[in-house]
């Protein structure tokens, strides 16, 4: 018999006093031992702003969470309801999975399932905002440590130059990191409104920002035969870029910006190799985009793709479907495979938020109207992303590392111009 029928079985328990009783012990016992029974309930967002939920259990029990991620072990059988308070300005989606199996996905903030012994319930609560604007952090020299406050519990470290798209109207502020023997900036505070744009800027004047700008002047033009730029605070020269390629200065760009880093060894330690002519796969390109407009992957989400489980790069592709990114919407694609130049156009143009064109089939001799991707290879080159000026345009030919490093340097332009 379960307890709380043994519970009210008792003539000195009333059934709201079992209710109680029954919901204190499950308190305790609910993290005690890993067995049986689980529920895991992780909340993402992408700009790390998270809200509230009660997860109604068997015999109306509740446990209220603010938490980004929730383990409950050996609950009961029976059925289970979740009530989700987004943050303000917030659309919600619900996936409940059991295993590997994902069973509903729902876009309320409310998702009913029932549980039986031995099951392992995961439900991911994923949150984006429909009021939106951008965010740059911009300063002279470039480089300084920032931190970024904003609605929603929003907070941010990083370095400059910086834009974030998607971020969620509201008041934000940003506090620089000065360099030593330059004077203590401010506090910058800016209101960001539905589809604007907000920039944050610093100028230091000082022998340390005079010394970091002739430092980063020297990196960029490059004295050396081979382009090096500064990673993570380390001088990496990339042996395979000469300063003489033509894209020496992408690489050197997309470097600094943390978007690319070249090749490590198996500690960890980078190589100095960059491999310009080597291919960019789909799970590189879901790093890449996530690096571009300064996300990062929601954790702990188990992609639809198969290919992509168990691999580096599977928090970026969960997170790539969950934003409803073309290419990755199909999980029956190979994520170690290479690129298509037609799929990391599309790419570029969601996460830029570029609304597509209608295609007309006229600007390349092998773009027709029915190929896939023909709006956004069009689009791409009215844009400017893309050469309009060639014939061809190869929309099933992958991409390397050198052409991505290029169409990473102009995405990042289009973000500071947005």
């Known amino acids: 018999m379960r307890l ?29 031992e890993k ?3 689980s529920i895991i309930i992780e909340q993402q967002n992408l700009s790390g702003s998270i809200g509230k939920w009660t997860l109604l259990s068997p015999h109306e029990m509740q446990f209220k969470e603010s938490e980004a991620t929730k383990t409950f072990y050996n609950l009961p059988e029976g059925i289970f309801t979740l009530f989700v308070t987004p943050p303000q300005g917030a659309n919600t989606t619900i996936r409940v999975h059991k295993g590997d199996e994902l069973l509903t996905t729902v876009k309320t ?7 039986q012994k031995g099951d392992d319930i995961r439900i991911s609560i994923s949150y984006i905002f429909t009021r939106v604007g ?4 911009q300063s002279d020299p470039a480089g300084l440590h920032f931190e970024m406050i904003g609605p929603g519990s929003i907070r941010i470290a990083d370095d400059t130059p910086q834009s974030y798209l998607h971020s969620p109207e509201g008041q934000y502020a940003v506090t620089y990191e000065t360099l030593e023997g330059c004077r203590v900036p401010a506090t910058q505070s800016l209101l960001l409104e539905k589809d604007k744009r907000i920039t944050f800027s610093l100028s230091l004047v000082c022998d340390s920002a005079d010394a970091q700008r002739a430092l980063l002047k020297n990196q960029q033009t490059g004295d050396d035969k081979y382009v090096t730029v500064s990673i993570q605070g380390q001088n990496v020269t990339f042996t395979d870029v000469p300063q003489s390629s033509w894209f020496a200065s992408s690489v050197f760009r997309a470097a600094k910006h943390g978007v690319i880093s070249g090749y490590k060894d198996t500690t960890g ?17 879901a790093k890449i985009a996530h690096k571009i407009i300064g996300i990062a992957p ?14 580096w790069f599977a928090s970026y592709i969960a997170s790539a479907e969950n934003n409803g990114w073309e290419v990755f919407l199909d999980a029956t694609i190979d994520m170690h495979a290479p690129a298509l130049r037609a799929e990391v156009v599309i790419t570029l143009l969601q996460i830029l938020n570029i609304p597509l064109q209608w295609q007309k089939g006229d600007l390349f001799s092998d773009v027709y109207l029915f190929t896939p991707f023909a709006n956004a290879i ?23 590392r050198a052409e991505m490093a290029k169409l990473i340097t102009i ?5 500071v111009l947005k």
């Open 298 to 311: 929601l954790d702990a989400n188990l992609p639809q793709n198969s290919s992509a489980r168990n691999e």
């Open 134 to 137: 951008t965010v740059g952090v």
């Open 35 to 37: 067995t049986g029974t």
């Open 411 to 415: 995405a990042m332009d289009k973000l």
């Open 109 to 115: 903030p409310q998702v009913t399932f029932s549980m």
């Open 269 to 285: 330690n980078l190589t100095g190799v960059f491999g310009p002519e080597n291919l960019v796969t789909r799970g590189e390109l």
């Open 4 to 32: 709380y029928d043994t519970l009210l079985s008792m003539r000195y328990f009333s059934p709201l006093f079992a209710g109680v009783l029954m919901s204190a012990l499950l308190q305790t016992t609910a993290f005690a």
């Open 378 to 400: 069009e689009t791409a080159a009215r844009e400017g992303i893309i050469d309009d000026t060639q014939l061809f345009f190869r929309p099933q030919d992958p991409i390397n």
